[in-house]
């Protein structure tokens, strides 16, 4: 079976030496290496994209489906994804009124245990407020590591909770840590859930330096990119705001996954990696 590893900063991102530079670099690197080892077949988001524009179109090689109005065309526009893990948390509606200044939406990996449960308002806010809320399991366990019924406990409990909260259940899951595998596939299929990855991550979890941050996420970033953040770690929410613009600067629109992907939709089961 295979199995899958895995004050506020001024607008303008921070000056930026060599050095750190490349250990951003290198940062980058190693995480991509860790996370393509051993991994299920994987599909990039921009492709999925491209086959749905031309299946929709007259089939030939650059057909594109013409958007809905008001829709944003990420085979046009230059798009990025950033979404949050673990949460909701205290932060969070600071997080969520930043993003309500700055017309971003984002999608928000939420988690059971100590956060949907003791934050429910906040589920509702961002569901209201026209983020995607999707599935991170009740209690963050490697899933690669548990028994099949307990992988479908875990994304069962949290789909029902906030499908009560939301009024429906999420069509995205991540798996914690990016582990998964066939089993976890399987599962995920079963229940109607997509499996999103990532291809820039700060790493968030080991600093609250918030300029660090945002740096390693810009050194990261590219157009179809999927950021991983976590809006549950102190220097994570101060970092957002020089990331968003930066990157707005950089000609970016953001979007959240399914945006990214249309006009195709998430499959089931399927695990998606820019």
């Known amino acids: ?31 991509l290496t ?56 205290k932060d969070t509606p600071e997080l969520l009124d930043l993003l309500q200044r700055e017309e971003v939406p984002a999608t928000f990996f939420l988690l059971g245990k100590k956060h949907i449960e003791k934050y429910p308002e906040t589920v ?7 983020h995607e809320v999707a599935n991170h399991t009740w209690n963050h366990p490697r899933l690669t590591e548990i028994e099949p019924d307990e992988i479908r406990e875990e994304l069962t409990r949290t789909q ?12 995205l899951m991540r798996p914690p840590q990016g582990r998964t595998d066939d089993t976890v596939s399987e599962i995920s299929k079963e229940l109607g859930l997509s499996q999103v990855l990532w291809s820039t991550t700060a790493k968030d979890y080991s600093t609250n330096d918030s300029a660090l941050i945002t740096e390693r996420t810009l050194d990261q970033a590219g157009r179809d990119g999927i950021i991983l953040l976590h809006d549950i770690y102190k220097g994570t929410v101060p970092a957002v705001p020089g990331i968003i613009h930066a990157l707005k600067e950089d000609g970016y629109t953001f979007v959240t996954v399914p945006q990214l992907m249309a006009p195709a939709k998430p499959e089931p089961g399927t695990i998606y990696r820019p």
């Open 160 to 171: 029902k909770e906030l499908a009560k909260l939301t009024g429906s259940e999420p069509t």
């Open 34 to 89: 860790a996370l393509s080892a051993c991994t299920p077949g994987t599909v990039a988001p921009a492709d999925e994209r491209t086959e749905a524009h031309e299946a929709g179109g007259d089939g030939k090689p650059g057909a594109r489906v013409k958007p809905a109005e008001g829709e944003v065309d990420c085979a046009v526009a230059k798009c990025i994804a950033l979404t949050f893990d673990g949460g909701p948390g």
């Open 1 to 31: 079976m295979n199995t899958l590893t895995r004050p506020e900063p001024s607008p303008r991102p921070p000056r930026r030496t060599r050095g750190r530079r490349t250990a951003a670099a290198a940062l980058a690197l190693a995480a």
């Open 124 to 130: 509702r806010r961002i569901a209201r407020e026209g």
